[in-house]
């Protein structure tokens, strides 16, 4: 099946820094990505769906300003959590498909553990 | 609104006994319904998806699921359980929104497998 990457797997900063968080389809194009967050023992939470050159659609209650997201190619989209605090602490998990048709499978990537001290 | 439900947090079962972990759902309209694997600090893997057709779905590594509309269930099923199946199964219904098809997940079931 496809591959998704993200980097770094594991990030560990200081409250009220930034983090950037990568996520890349490596052997397909993937025109639609997805961010989701995931708790301790909990299920994952879409945080935001990306096209490619376009504005990403934001859940309810997730803060635009604090997460950006920015899918600038086909293989690339980025999550920068902003002025990060400990309760920004979390699992952060990407997803992309490649063709924007229904049913076609979403790739995961491998997930990146944030701590925020 | 669409919805899926995992009732059980946790599945134990004995190696070599088959194993259900189950899943039901609310939709309306036609469910598309997905089966993931999570291993620890890991992504996601796909296991199977039911679309249309046989309500008997085969998939990756033996599992299989059983999609029942009259029921609203999409059960995962294994006849034989492994040590190394051991790990998060989450259950999640496609749905349109946000310009997009998008998943909803259950909250998952821990299954444990013991030698």
């Known amino acids: 099946g496809a591959v998704v990457s993200q980097h770094p797997s594991w990030v560990i900063c200081k409250s009220g820094t930034s983090v950037k968080i990568e996520c890349r389809s490596l052997?397909?194009?993937?025109?639609?990505m997805f961010w989701y967050r995931q708790f301790p023992k909990q299920s994952l939470m879409l945080m935001a769906t990306s096209n490619e050159g376009s504005k990403a659609t934001y859940e309810q209650g997730v803060e635009k300003d604090k997460f950006l997201i920015n899918h600038a190619s086909l293989t690339l989209s980025t999550l920068t959590v902003t002025s990060a605090h400990p309760e920004d602490s979390s699992f952060y998990i990407c997803s992309a498909r490649s063709k924007p048709g229904t049913f076609n499978e979403q790739f995961f990537g491998p997930g990146t553990r944030l701590t925020v001290l | 609104a669409q919805s899926v439900a995992q009732p059980e947090d946790q599945v134990n079962v004995a190696e070599g006994n088959p194993l259900t972990v189950k899943c039901t759902y609310s939709?309306?309209?036609?469910?598309?319904l997905f089966w993931y694997v999570q291993y620890p600090n890991r992504g996601l893997q796909f296991l199977l998806k039911?679309?249309?057709?046989?309500?008997l779905v085969k998939g990756s590594y033996g599992f299989e699921a059983e999609f029942n509309k009259s029921q609203t269930s999409f059960h995962l099923k294994k006849p034989s359980a492994l040590v190394s199946d051991s790990a998060l199964y989450f259950c999640?219904?496609?749905?349109?929104?946000?310009?997009?098809?998008?998943?909803?997940f259950g909250k998952g079931t821990k299954l444990s497998v013991i030698p």
């Open positions: 039911y679309i249309t057709g046989d309500n």
């Open positions: 052997d397909f194009q993937a025109t639609t």
């Open positions: 939709v309306s309209g036609n469910p598309y």
């Open positions: 999640a219904l496609l749905y349109s929104g946000a310009g997009s098809y998008q998943l909803t």
